[in-house]
């Protein structure tokens, strides 16, 4: 392979796993474009320089690109957020299908067998416990297993097994996860009780708030204040009663008065 067709490779799986990000961001799962695009290109080099050496036919190039392409978006979309959109996974059948009838009809009728007993296992343990696979799972495995049916019947034994260590080593860091994350309970230190003369001390209202310490404190810890002192009244001494000289000179007048109307017949 010249340099010119393996850098088009690469070139292309990074360019076609950006524009699958965007269709997964579109799908309410926003993902790293760049991180995509690194992860397919990366890929998309492994799988030229394979075929390059001779390890794999011509028509199974479209193939491991197409698996590289779409499952670096999947992949980082599972990882962060537990989704495996719609918009990647259905449209990997019908894609995978025209790649793969490069093989001819027995290529064909193999992934067809691996993608029906593959996916159907899976679908089997989401109906039986539905909390450990998702159905973006389900509809995964069946183009996965379409590609591993392909393969060979031992590239789908040992990747039925793999998965399996891989859902319960998931499930194990989860679960750690959630405990790591769960608050613990503290229990704040309660006050001991105070009795007796000490039960005033013991929580002091501020001195800030005048009102709210006078309210608080008890009736007998509240002191009255002390009456003003009244000013001393100093004794008055009684005055001798004094007759003047114009009442001792009346008295005798008034007094022969009524004598006189006395002594009228």
Known sequence: MEWGLFSLVIAAGALAASGAGLLVRGAGAPISL?????????????VAWRWQAGGWPGWWLPVTWLVTVLGAPLALADVRHRRL???????????????????????????????????????????????????GDVKLTGSLGAVLGAVGWPALAFAAVAASFLSAALAAAGHLRTLTR????????????????????????PPNNPSTA??????????????????????????????GASQQVARPRTLAASDRRAARP
Request: charge should be positive; glycine fraction near 10%.
């Open 85 to 135: 959109p719609d918009v990647l996974t259905l449209p990997a059948y019908p894609l995978l299908a025209v790649a793969l009838a490069g093989g001819g009809l027995e290529t064909l009728t193999a992934a067809l067998a691996g993608a029906l007993l593959f996916g159907g296992a899976h679908l089997l343990v989401r109906h039986l416990a539905p909390g450990q696979l998702g159905a």
């Open 34 to 46: 760049r991180l995509a695009a690194m992860l397919a290109g990366t890929g998309a080099a492994v």
């Open 214 to 243: 006078s309210a608080a404190a008890p009736a007998s810890a509240v002191e009255e204040p002390a009456p003003a002192p009244r000013p001393h009244r100093r004794a008055v001494e009684p005055r001798p009663h004094t007759v």
């Open 182 to 205: 769960r608050p613990r309970k503290t229990v704040a230190p309660q006050p001991k009780p105070v009795d007796g003369p000490e039960r005033r001390t013991a929580c002091p209202s």
